[in-house]
């Protein structure tokens, strides 16, 4: 089955610097991934996703780069605020399948 | 903006207690799921539900769960005998669509403490 596999584990910036976040998956079919915001306490909300047929997504701050030949996709954040701060998690799914499969999440902090 | 609700927020229950945790998807949705968290783990994966019955489940969703849709618009999760180790923090999700293509938004979550 499908196994994600998410990098660092804890990552700490400077306000204003990037940040980037990578993800691997094992599973070819793969053609779905979503990236979600934790906040503490509170519900995984969807920042960003990719599909297969696509390289790069960007939204305002936020990017998304794929590399299928590589199985692997990173989450880029632009000029890092404090309300950055939170813990991402990467997921991959596949068309045959319903379940979303989770990277053990990465936790940002923002320092000022 | 429409969301998924939970009820309740935090259920507290003696081992081997059954426990019923509810949610209320998305009005339109057609999809529907359960993940679990352990404090500070990934997100795992428990069952999907579309059109009144299980899709997939994953080995954690063993003969102690089972998941109904006892009416139009609620989606629940039953544990029937629990175990310590089922403390967690248990979130619904749905989608309009099937799982790859079509976001899952996730229910604030319930969090389960078994003593």
């Known amino acids: 089955g499908e196994n994600v596999e998410q990098h660092p584990s804890t990552l700490s910036v400077q306000e204003g610097d990037s940040a980037v976040i990578k993800c691997t998956y094992s599973?070819?079919?793969?053609?779905?991934f979503p990236w979600y915001k934790q906040e503490l306490g509170k519900r995984p909300q969807l920042i960003i996703d990719i599909r297969s047929n696509v390289g790069e997504k960007k939204d305002q701050r936020i990017a998304v780069t794929l590399n299928k030949t590589a199985k692997h996709f990173s989450l880029h954040i632009t000029e890092t605020q404090p309300e950055d701060s939170a813990v991402y998690f990467c997921?991959?799914?596949?068309?045959?399948?319903?379940?979303?499969?989770w990277g053990a999440g990465t936790k940002l902090i923002i320092k000022p | 903006e429409p969301e998924v609700t939970q009820t309740p927020s935090h259920q507290v229950t003696q081992m081997g207690q059954e426990v019923i945790l509810r949610c209320v998807p998305i009005?339109?949705?057609?999809?529907f799921y359960w993940y679990r968290q352990i404090l500070g783990q990934k997100v795992e994966f428990l069952v999907s539900?579309?059109?009144?019955?299980?899709?997939?489940k994953s080995e954690i969703f063993d003969d102690q769960f089972s998941v109904e849709r006892p009416d139009g618009s609620n989606f629940t999760l039953k544990i029937r005998s629990t175990k310590l180790e089922d403390s967690a923090m248990y979130f619904c999700?749905?989608?309009?669509?099937?799982?790859?293509?079509?976001?899952?938004?996730f229910g604030p979550g319930t969090r389960l403490t078994v003593l």
């Open positions: 997921a991959a799914s596949s068309r045959s399948n319903y379940q979303l499969i």
């Open positions: 539900f579309y059109n009144n019955e299980i899709s997939e």
């Open positions: 599973d070819s079919a793969s053609n779905y």
């Open positions: 009005s339109n949705h057609l999809y």
């Open positions: 999700a749905s989608s309009a669509g099937t799982g790859s293509y079509n976001e899952q938004f």
